[in-house]
């Protein structure tokens, strides 16, 4: 994979500016919370202040945020930390939330929005965004020989950017 990433987008690569990850987040921050807000109503959930509040502090920024960024960013507006940690675990259940884990850094969330993998260069550290459809077969492949079944809107895979390849 470093090698089709190096000669550029690899096939799959979500485009953007050159597969640019934060255009997949959110179109427009109120409109990412009312989707998630609507999604909650529909699977029973609450929506309450501290969660709204959640869902607008992911909403509004670009990049992925740990749970202490989110706890820290709230805390001003009452929400504990617990209360932060836990919604953002059970949004993670619900799939309103994607989390993304890379070995050596914290656990970081944003809301789930247009469906698409993280690619993570182990030097500089840049997110990409790709097409999980690339990788459906593979996907299919591990569940077939394995049993094991791949999220891939969960999925990080780590290697290296096209100009740290070069």
Not at 31 to 50: D, F, I, K, M, N
Not at 68 to 81: K, P, T
Not at 103 to 123: K, Q, T, V, W
Request: aromatic letters at 4%; hydrophobic letters at 40%.
């Amino acid at each position: 994979m470093a090698e089709e990433l190096a000669e550029g987008p690899a096939e799959g690569a979500v485009q953007g500016a050159a597969g640019d990850h934060h255009v997949h987040h959110h179109d427009r921050p109120a409109h990412a919370v009312s989707r998630a807000v609507e999604e909650l109503r529909r699977r029973g959930e609450r929506a309450t202040a501290a969660r709204r509040s959640v869902l607008q502090t992911l909403a509004g920024h670009a990049e992925h945020l740990s749970a202490d960024d989110v706890a820290e960013m709230l805390s001003s507006e009452g929400v504990h930390r617990t209360t932060a940690y836990r919604t953002l675990e059970r949004f993670t259940e619900l799939g309103i939330v994607t989390l993304r884990q890379v070995p050596g850094e914290a656990a970081s969330y944003h809301l789930a929005a247009a469906s698409h993998l993280h690619a993570h260069c182990r030097i500089c550290h840049e997110v990409l965004a790709l097409d999980p459809e690339s990788f459906e077969a593979a996907a299919e492949a591990a569940a077939q020989s394995t049993g094991f079944q791949l999220d891939l809107q969960q999925s990080t895979l780590i290697g290296r950017c096209a100009r740290c390849a070069a």
